[in-house]
């Protein structure tokens, strides 16, 4: 079961991945979705959106 993506704690890791960490912002978003257990951030953006459409999680 996947879990509900957080888009706020996503958006957030993703900003201080790239302005502190020095990543760029496509390596930053893929490191903030992994946090969450997604494969990278277009896997969570399918499954978010799949979510706010359907309201189910892919299992």
């Known amino acids: 079961m996947t879990a ?3 888009i ?3 958006e957030e890791r993703a ?3 790239e302005f502190e ?3 760029t912002r496509r390596e ?3 490191r903030a979705a992994q946090a969450q257990g997604f494969r ?3 896997h ?3 499954v ?3 979510y706010l459409l359907t309201g189910r999680l892919p299992h």
Request: no cysteine.
């Open 8 to 10: 706020d704690a996503f």
């Open 15 to 17: 900003a201080i991945l």
């Open 40 to 42: 990278d951030a277009d």
């Open 21 to 23: 960490g020095g990543l």
């Open 48 to 50: 978010l959106t799949d």
């Open 44 to 46: 969570y953006r399918q």
């Open 4 to 6: 509900v993506p957080d």
């Open 28 to 30: 930053a978003e893929d």
